[in-house]
């Protein structure tokens, strides 16, 4: 029961762009700080980009991160065969009370 | 270095309480704002958020979930524990613990990321 939307997959060839946009509301991704987690086959999930757009040491500038208003979106460029993994949004949930996530992406590299 | 383990058992009969331990290193649950939380993933399936407790024992849960969770932590020994009652077979998934890093303002608490996660246990509901 993901309250945060996202599609559910994308796909790109190597060396190109890919976006996930992830859509929520006023009491989640409008007045929140967004997150992103990258989950590679087998592994736990990784944080990507937090506060909307910064990225956490050791994480390339192919990846970043932008809000508007109650939506938020994932940009991968220069995309790798590596890159492929399922990606999530999150973020807190003033009304809930709860962290909540998106209902993930799979990114796969053509 | 910012460590998290979670531990507790593979296997949980239906009707049963789970009793999942985290164990962590690299920081203190005691100190402004530390904050913890436990995330599942049944196969498959999209994350889902369960549990926050704060350093200084503020505790939330999912709302879909609240009556039969609980979370606390040990200081003393780096743990946060999530208990679950009534087990039921879709409740099989991968748990995993981790770090709330969030911020403090005047009016309250504010969440940047879950930024340090565990490898996560599998927990399979079945008789």
């Known amino acids: 029961q993901s309250v945060l939307t996202q599609p559910p997959s994308v796909s790109a060839a190597p060396g190109q762009k890919v976006t996930i946009s992830c859509s929520g509301s006023?009491?989640?991704?409008?007045?929140?700080?967004v997150s992103w987690y990258q989950q590679l086959p087998g592994t736990a999930p990784k944080l990507l980009i937090y506060?909307?757009?910064k990225r956490p040491s050791g994480i390339p500038d192919r990846f970043s991160g932008s809000k508007s208003g109650t939506s938020a979106t994932l940009g991968i460029t220069g995309l790798q065969t590596g890159d492929e993994a399922d990606y999530y949004c999150?973020?807190?949930?003033?009304?809930?009370?709860?962290?909540?996530f998106g209902t993930g992406t799979k990114v796969t590299v053509l | 270095q910012v460590t998290l383990r979670e531990s507790g058992p593979a296997l949980v009969n239906p009707t049963q309480t789970l009793t999942l331990t985290c164990t962590f290193s690299?920081?203190?649950?005691?100190?402004?704002?530390?904050?913890m939380s436990w995330i599942r993933q049944p196969p498959g399936k999209a994350l889902e958020w369960l549990a926050r407790?704060?350093?200084?024992?503020?505790?939330y849960y999912s709302t879909s979930l609240k009556t039969r969770l609980t979370i606390s932590k040990d200081t003393s020994k780096n743990q946060v524990v999530l208990t679950m009652t009534n087990m039921d077979p879709v409740d099989t998934a991968t748990y995993y613990c981790?770090?709330?890093?969030?911020?403090?303002?005047?009016?309250?608490?504010?969440?940047?990321?879950?930024?340090?996660w565990g490898q996560g246990t599998k927990v399979t509901v079945s008789s």
């Open positions: 981790a770090r709330v890093n969030q911020y403090y303002e005047s009016s309250g608490y504010y969440v940047h990321a879950l930024d340090i």
């Open positions: 690299g920081f203190s649950l005691s100190t402004s704002p530390m904050s």
């Open positions: 407790i704060d350093w200084d024992d503020d505790k």
């Open positions: 006023s009491s989640n991704i409008g007045n929140n700080y």
């Open positions: 506060d909307n757009n």
């Open positions: 999150g973020t807190w949930d003033s009304s809930l009370s709860g962290y909540v």
